[in-house]
């Protein structure tokens, strides 16, 4: 199957696309971010290829869950990824809207993921090597993840740097197999 990110790149790319042609990026921005935030609850995601739901009832139901949150055309955008079948992908799209829209603003985001809480020199050097990296103006989000053992992850747009110890227990492994 293909990846999410690929799947939900040429619909958030629509979306921007729209979203600035009609002058409507930030209550698109706002828009996603709470399909976004719908379609993570795992209950919600169970309701998609529920069998005993309709298609005409879960439509509803997003709609009721929204609110005035949805302007018409996202709307009709939650019925185009509901006739495709890639509603589930709703977060991603958000996440990749998000990033169109930094990166139209000069922003890249970036995402710096650590085994630990990274201490301050440490942190202010990972944020110039990345702003060098980028020339631009970047907003870097932090995040822990134990289970990278060690070292660090990070993250701006398509590109990922893995110097993670458990990156590198991976490879050492597929090395050997």
Same mark, same amino acid.
């Given at each position: ?6 799947? /939900?790149r040429? !619909? /958030? ?5 729209h ?6 990026v930030?209550p698109?921005?706002?828009?996603? /971010? $709470?399909?976004?935030?719908? $379609? ?5 995601? #169970? ?5 005993? =739901? ?7 139901? =997003?709609?009721?869950? /929204?609110?005035?949150r949805?302007?018409?055309d996202?709307?009709? $955008?939650?019925? @185009? ?6 509603i ?8 990749? !809207?998000?990033?169109?829209d930094?990166?139209?603003?000069g ?5 710096? %993921?650590?085994? $630990? ?8 050097? %990972?944020?110039?090597? @990345?702003?060098?990296?980028?020339g631009?103006? =970047? ?7 134990p289970?990278?053992?060690?070292g660090?992850?990070?993250?701006? #747009?398509?590109?990922? =740097? ?16």
């Open positions: 199957m293909l990846e999410t990110a690929t799947l /939900a040429p !619909y /958030a790319q629509a979306a921007f696309e979203a600035r042609g009609s002058g409507q930030s698109w921005s706002e828009g996603l /971010a $709470f399909l976004a935030a719908l $379609f993570s609850d795992p209950t919600l995601r #169970g309701l998609v290829h529920d069998p005993r =739901i309709g298609r005409p009832r879960l439509t509803q139901l =997003i709609f009721d869950l /929204a609110g005035e949805l302007t018409p996202l709307r009709n $955008f939650v019925r @185009v990824l509901l006739d495709a079948d890639r589930l992908i709703l977060p991603e799209i958000a996440r990749l !809207y998000r990033l169109l930094a990166e139209a603003a922003v890249v985001e970036v995402e710096v %993921i650590s085994a $630990f809480v990274l201490e301050e020199g440490q942190r202010l050097a %990972i944020e110039r090597a @990345v702003r060098r990296r980028a631009k103006e =970047i907003e870097v989000q932090h995040r822990i993840d289970a990278l053992i060690g660090a992850v990070i993250r701006m #747009g398509d590109l990922v =740097i893995d110097a993670s110890v458990r990156g590198r227990l991976q490879q050492l492994a597929s090395q050997f197999a």
